[in-house]
């Protein structure tokens, strides 16, 4: 069994490098080529200084050179270089500061929805048709539909400030974790549930479902033994995605609740051409969506074996 | 089937109040009176009035043109962009069907937010930006789905027939295979259009949208949430006419999915 999975774990990871390279390029020139720079703001600098300015970054030197170095520090000494806005901080470090809040957040939005979601979708399958399932269903379609902004502001009007549970804002305490997760965690929440019911409901149509109940296998074994397992696929290949986009696009979640992650620092560093950073945290969002992406495969071709050979074609 | 007609008529008659907007109200959606601002709904303003004294009711209506132009618009340019990769790519197959797999890849993992900020840099806040920043990050989902059902009907037997005959390929693609798969394809366009009303929604949000006095659901929720502490009714209003239309969308596409797809069978994309 396992031999497969060597290959193609290292097939996908080198596959990784040109796609990652690619939106490095692209971001790198679309960046450069985007009007304003990351020192015209209000204050004008006299000519030397500016020039001294751009010495110091490298920006006096032609587009395709400032590529190429930046290419080459990457490759080489692993380094994302110099923020442009925060005088003496190095990108690595950044990031390196402002990961595990995102990785925490999203993690936890992942674990809430998933806590929640499988067992709402199996029993609204399970019970298909009566209110548990058509209760479920509108739940989903709601959780789908709202907007976390609304989400957040909902929850913070009424549980932090009319309430006084948890705080409004800021990342100190565990209480500051809950309202953040329930917001970020809602929508997959809804989109578990949703998927988990179709996909029950398609496996216990399947013959040998039926095969299993004629045997006289109970109820429940076969929904927890046989249906469950087979149902789990079509969630595992969105939960990849999902999961990814948790870490990375937690950014309305954060600016919301002024959580120091990822996602502040992103929309920051686009706003003020921070060059380096945006490249640094591109990069990051970029390889974890991919890694996300390569370990659905994996799960998948454990769960299935057909699956394993179409991996092999790809 | 009935939540689905239910919520077509919903947004049929919301569509029309976008379109019939001027008919609909009697005040200007941009018309500040300081005198009345941040007032609670009355029968003046139905649905109270702004920081600026502008009334919310008449923005709310004059917002839904902005929020379903650009749902609807993006929507069916995201799935012309996709279809035009997919059905390339899933036809071709090799070399270019590597290639093509590939920009959708490094398409896939470029952070929406990043495209967003920077067209709207490039081509200003307004309408067009975000027209194409929310094209340009929506269409792969559909550029993989048309990929992965064109390669399938293109192993059909009428499509070895059609090309016995003689028949052109893109003759072949256009007029044999896209209109055999045409049922995923609404599908996938109908369920796109409240997604990218949400994301126009988010840029708002974050006050990458449209420039005032313009408004959409979106900007008016951003507004409301500021002051939302003393003022709720700014974000309730926006806020759940923004929601209930959404709703309707997600179920209208769910019925349209049941109706045209009725072995349940799901594309669920990427």
């Given at each position: 069994?396992?031999?497969?999975?060597?290959?193609?774990?290292?097939?996908?990871?080198?596959?990784?490098?040109?796609?990652l390279?690619?939106?490095?390029?692209?971001?790198f020139?679309?960046?450069r080529?985007?009007?304003?720079?990351?020192?015209?703001g209000?204050?004008v600098?006299?000519?030397?200084?500016?020039?001294?300015?751009?010495?110091?970054?490298?920006?006096?030197l032609?587009?395709?050179?400032q590529?190429?170095?930046?290419?080459e520090?990457?490759v080489?000494?692993?380094?994302?270089?110099?923020?442009f806005?925060?005088v003496?901080?190095?990108v690595?470090?950044?990031?390196?500061s402002?990961l595990?809040?995102?990785?925490?957040?999203?993690?936890?939005?992942?674990?809430?929805?998933?806590?929640?979601?499988?067992?709402?979708?199996?029993?609204?399958?399970?019970?298909?048709?009566?209110?548990?399932?058509?209760?479920?269903?509108?739940?989903?379609?709601?959780?789908?539909?709202?907007?976390?902004y609304?989400?957040?502001?909902t929850?913070?009007?009424y549980?932090?400030l009319?309430?006084?549970?948890?705080?409004p804002?800021?990342?100190?305490?565990?209480?500051?974790?809950?309202?953040?997760?329930?917001?970020?965690?809602?929508?997959?929440?809804?989109?578990?549930a949703?998927?988990?019911?179709?996909?029950?409901i398609?496996?216990?149509?399947?013959?040998?479902?039926?095969?299993?109940?004629?045997?006289?296998?109970?109820?429940?074994?076969v929904?927890?033994?046989?249906a469950?397992?087979?149902?789990?696929?079509?969630?595992?290949?969105?939960?990849?995605?999902?999961a990814?986009?948790?870490?990375t696009?937690?950014?309305?979640?954060?600016?919301?609740?002024?959580?120091?992650?990822?996602?502040?620092?992103f929309?920051?560093?686009?706003?003020?051409?921070?060059?380096?950073?945006?490249?640094?945290?591109?990069?990051?969002?970029?390889?974890?969506?991919?890694?996300?992406?390569?370990?659905?495969?994996?799960?998948?071709g454990?769960?299935?074996?057909?699956?394993?050979l179409?991996?092999?074609?790809? | 089937?009935?939540?689905?007609?239910?919520?077509?008529?919903?947004?049929?008659?919301?569509?029309?109040?976008?379109?019939?907007?001027?008919?609909?109200?009697?005040?200007?959606?941009?018309?500040?009176?300081?005198?009345?601002?941040?007032?609670?709904?009355?029968a003046?303003?139905?649905?109270?009035t702004?920081?600026?004294?502008r009334?919310?009711?008449?923005?709310?209506?004059?917002?839904a043109?902005?929020?379903?132009?650009?749902?609807?618009l993006?929507?069916?340019?995201?799935?012309?962009?996709?279809?035009?990769?997919?059905?390339?790519?899933g036809?071709?197959?090799?070399?270019?069907?590597?290639?093509?797999?590939?920009?959708?890849?490094?398409?896939?993992?470029?952070?929406?937010?990043?495209?967003?900020?920077?067209?709207?840099?490039?081509?200003?806040?307004?309408?067009?930006?975000?027209?194409?920043?929310?094209?340009?990050?929506?269409?792969v989902?559909?550029?993989?789905?048309?990929?992965?059902?064109?390669?399938?009907?293109?192993?059909?037997?009428?499509?070895?027939?059609?090309?016995?005959?003689g028949?052109?390929?893109?003759?072949?693609?256009?007029?044999?295979?896209?209109p055999?798969?045409?049922?995923?394809?609404?599908?996938?366009?109908?369920?796109?259009?409240?997604?990218?009303?949400?994301s126009?929604?988010?840029?708002?949000f974050?006050?990458?949208?449209?420039?005032?006095?313009?408004?959409?659901?979106?900007t008016?929720?951003?507004?409301?949430?500021?002051?939302?502490?003393?003022?709720?009714?700014l974000?309730?209003?926006?806020?759940?006419?923004?929601f209930?239309?959404?709703?309707?969308?997600?179920?209208?596409?769910?019925?349209?999915?049941?109706?045209?797809?009725?072995?349940?069978k799901?594309?669920?994309?990427?």
């Open positions: 069994m396992g031999k497969g999975y060597l290959p193609f774990t290292a097939k996908r990871l080198l596959g990784a490098i040109p796609t390279l690619i939106l490095a390029t692209l971001v020139f679309l960046l080529f985007a009007p304003g720079g990351p020192f015209d209000e204050r600098f006299p000519k030397d200084v500016e020039a001294a300015i751009h010495a110091r970054y490298g920006l006096d032609p587009i395709w050179r590529y190429l170095r930046w290419i520090e990457l080489l000494h692993f380094d994302l270089g110099e923020s806005h925060y003496g901080r190095s690595n470090e950044m990031i390196g402002a595990p809040a995102s990785i925490l957040l999203g993690g936890m939005a992942l674990f809430f929805a998933l806590l929640l979601g499988l067992p709402i979708g199996v029993l609204a399958a399970w019970r298909q048709g009566t209110w548990m399932d058509t209760g479920a269903i509108f739940f989903a379609i709601a959780g789908i539909s709202l907007p976390s609304l989400v957040a502001s929850l913070v009007l549980f932090s009319h309430l006084g549970w948890f705080p804002a800021l990342w100190e305490e565990p209480r500051s974790l809950v309202l953040p997760v329930i917001t970020l965690g809602l929508r997959p929440l809804a989109i578990t949703r998927l988990v019911r179709a996909s029950v398609e496996t216990l149509a399947a013959d040998y479902i039926r095969t299993a109940h004629a045997k006289g296998v109970s109820a429940t074994r929904l927890f033994y046989h469950l397992r087979n149902s789990l696929i079509p969630v595992i290949t969105v939960l990849g995605p999902l990814a986009n948790l870490v696009g937690s950014f309305l979640v954060e600016m919301v609740f002024q959580i120091p992650g990822l996602g502040k620092h929309v920051s560093a686009v706003l003020n051409r921070d060059y380096p950073m945006v490249m640094g945290v591109t990069l990051v969002y970029g390889a974890f969506l991919l890694l996300a992406n390569l370990l659905v495969d994996l799960a998948c454990m769960l299935d074996p057909r699956m394993r179409e991996a092999e074609e790809t | 089937m009935r939540s689905a007609l239910v919520s077509f008529i919903f947004l049929f008659v919301v569509s029309l109040g976008a379109v019939f907007a001027p008919l609909l109200t009697h005040q200007s959606y941009e018309t500040q009176n300081i005198e009345e601002k941040l007032e609670t709904p009355s003046q303003h139905w649905m109270g702004d920081t600026l004294g009334d919310l009711y008449s923005r709310v209506v004059y917002g043109r902005m929020s379903l132009a650009v749902g609807v993006t929507a069916l340019l995201s799935l012309s962009l996709g279809t035009l990769v997919g059905a390339v790519a036809f071709r197959g090799g070399k270019i069907d590597a290639a093509l797999m590939r920009v959708t890849d490094v398409f896939s993992i470029f952070p929406s937010l990043l495209v967003a900020i920077l067209l709207t840099v490039f081509l200003g806040r307004g309408f067009l930006g975000i027209l194409v920043a929310i094209s340009l990050t929506s269409w989902v559909h550029a993989r789905l048309v990929r992965n059902l064109v390669r399938q009907a293109k192993e059909m037997l009428y499509i070895e027939s059609a090309r016995a005959l028949v052109a390929n893109t003759r072949i693609v256009v007029r044999h295979i896209l055999n798969i045409l049922g995923p394809m609404i599908v996938s366009l109908t369920l796109q259009i409240p997604t990218n009303i949400m126009e929604s988010f840029l708002s974050i006050g990458l949208g449209l420039e005032p006095p313009y408004s959409s659901w979106g008016l929720a951003n507004e409301g949430f500021r002051a939302m502490k003393s003022f709720p009714h974000i309730l209003y926006p806020g759940a006419i923004l209930i239309t959404l709703v309707a969308f997600n179920l209208l596409g769910d019925g349209v999915r049941d109706a045209l797809d009725p072995m349940g799901r594309d669920f994309g990427a």
